[in-house]
């Protein structure tokens, strides 16, 4: 037995598991080679006995066992949830159902038979945050700590002149949104980032999709090395093959040297395919190969080269209807989509638009060495009934134009190009009354307080929508003084959310399929709101936003 590279170099407990002595031989010889320790198993029930005499580092194991599947062995650790091991799973070759089922069972990584020793070493030493012996290290950096999503501060601090002092510094912090769609998506990236499952972001454009995967690379352990990101949409049909695999000197015309493709560059690193729902058909052929093989074969090379890349993806299509359609094949569709990551739009999660807004124009003041410019409360509510396609990509841009031609002072609807937002109708008097709602009296002068003692509701129906004057003046109060805050989150949300969707029903006439794509909706997700909020339609026996009746149809 050699000793492992380096002097410091930690000794690792590793278990393998495997019915097959010769494989199991191999495997344990090379990892000795490697200075780990090793301990194997020969069946579930001797794998079982090992974990729990001892922790160890990482487990290896076959999934076809004497007794049962390793699965089983994946799901107890899972459920045991103090277990610390990662888990590499060996799979028969092409069995990529089972390679996705292990991987959404926890699995950090998986192999196929017959294994590539050298692949084996690799995929070992990433499981461990460590190069292969004789290559490197790998280190976390230690500007991107391991940090849970709760520790996000709670408000960004103010920026001053000159440097960004105080701004988001990694990609993770500048995921900002304390709505819960944001906080559901930081709660994923620091559950995906400890495997090396594939991971399908999906997300309306502008929303973030290579800020979230620029995350996952950062807080893996894979931190240290590339990320490199390609849009597929953006290169050349005849270049794409090129591009991702690289090219030999003279494999077509122009071709003047050998030339290294994305999957190379992001050796030991991420590769992260933007749009990859753009890729031509027979480029996803290629593509599923170099997935299942771990191995690129560049234009005009006659061999191919191991790559050993951790890979995420991107798209603003629905990929389940491009599948469906037959423009997007399936089995390349189940090994991009191992883990999903949905991104909200902003239209959905527009309690976060003050915070981005302030995070905005702070970074937009770093850059260009100024003091931060401050949004009036009137644009910030003018700001809010907008749709905003282009989601946060749209919002900087808007905010970037006002920077530039404002006169000084607060950011009014004018510098923004914006109408001033309706005070008696529109979404922003819908989302002021919704203070009522929500247990919050308005005075004659527009001041909030809470009534006293407060009602409780004696009935389920909604008590009649605010007056135009009302409206305006609590949500005037509420931009104006952010300390006011209703006494009941539920029915302030659940009232925003009925009133525009009676809004929408009322717009197109009862049409549910129509009012859903006005807001981004499918035919579902209207059934399913409406059902829960109790609106009925004319042809159900009542007026949009009525109450339903006992036994009536939603």
């Known amino acids: 037995m050699s000793e492992p590279a380096g002097p410091a170099a930690p000794r690792h407990r590793l278990l393998v598991v495997d019915d097959e002595p010769d494989l199991l031989t191999l495997y344990e010889l090379t990892l000795l080679r490697e200075g780990h320790d090793i301990e194997t198993a020969r069946s579930l029930e001797e794998a079982r006995e090992r974990l729990a005499a001892a922790r160890f580092d990482v487990l290896i194991t076959d999934l076809r ?55 084996f070493r690799t995929v070992v030493a990433s499981a461990l945050g460590r190069a292969p012996a004789g290559a490197a290290p790998l280190t976390r950096p230690a500007a991107a700590p391991a940090r849970p999503a709760e520790r ?33 998506v930081r709660e994923r990236i620091e559950r995906v980032a400890r495997s090396m499952a594939p991971v399908l972001v999906q997300g309306e454009s502008g929303t973030g999709k290579e800020l979230v995967a620029r995350a996952i690379h950062e807080r893996s352990s894979r931190g240290a090395g590339p990320f490199v990101a390609i849009n597929c949409g953006a290169i050349p049909e005849a270049l794409i093959e090129a591009e991702l695999f690289g090219h030999r000197k003279g494999a077509f015309t122009g071709a003047q040297e050998d030339r290294p493709g994305v999957f190379q560059a992001a050796q030991g690193g991420t590769l992260f395919l933007d749009e990859i729902g753009e890729l031509p058909l027979p480029m996803q052929t290629r593509l599923l190969r170099a997935v299942q093989e771990r191995a690129v074969r560049p234009v005009g090379a006659t061999a191919e080269l191991p790559v050993d890349v951790r890979l995420l993806s991107a798209t603003h299509r629905d990929l389940a209807a491009e599948v469906a359609a037959g423009r997007f094949r399936q089995d390349l569709y189940y ?30 003041a770093a850059e260009a060495g100024t003091p931060p410019a401050a949004l009036a409360p009137e644009a910030l509510a003018a700001l809010a009934v907008q749709p905003l396609p282009g989601n946060v990509r749209e919002l900087e841009n808007r905010l970037h134009r006002a920077l530039a031609l404002s006169h000084g002072g607060p950011l009014g609807p004018d510098d923004l190009d914006l109408p001033p937002a309706p005070a008696g109708a529109g979404a922003a008097g819908e989302l002021a009354g919704l203070a009522l709602r929500a247990g919050l009296a ?20 909604a008590p009649p929508p605010p007056t135009p004057e009302q409206v305006a003046a609590t949500f005037a109060v509420l931009l104006q003084d952010p300390v006011r805050l209703p006494e009941r989150l539920e029915p302030w949300l659940d009232g925003i959310e009925r009133l525009l969707l009676v809004r929408a029903l009322e717009l197109h006439h009862g049409n549910r399929t129509a009012a859903g794509a006005r807001l981004g909706l499918t035919l579902r997700q209207m059934r399913y709101r409406m059902a829960r909020l109790g609106i009925l339609r004319p042809e159900d026996g009542g007026e949009p936003g009525e109450p339903p009746r006992p036994g009536a149809a939603s």
């Open 65 to 119: 066992l004497p007794d049962g599947s390793g699965l089983e062995l994946l799901h107890e650790l899972e459920r045991a949830g103090d277990r610390t091991e990662k888990s590499i799973v060996v799979t028969a070759y092409g069995s990529a159902a089972h390679a996705v089922e292990a991987l959404k069972a926890g699995a950090f990584d998986y192999l196929t038979k017959p294994v590539d020793l050298r692949q």
């Open 335 to 364: 090994r991009l989509n191992v883990i999903e990551i949905p991104l909200p739009p902003l239209r959905e999660r527009r309690e976060d638009l003050p915070l981005l807004v302030e995070a905005v124009l702070q970074r937009l």
């Open 442 to 461: 308005v005075d004659a002068d527009g001041s909030l307080h809470s009534p006293t003692p407060p009602a409780p509701p004696v009935s389920p129906v």
């Open 152 to 184: 996000l501060p709670a408000a960004l601090p103010a920026a001053a002149p000159g440097p960004a002092v105080g701004l988001p510094q990694t990609a993770f912090e500048r995921l900002l949104g304390r709505s819960p769609a944001m906080r559901a």
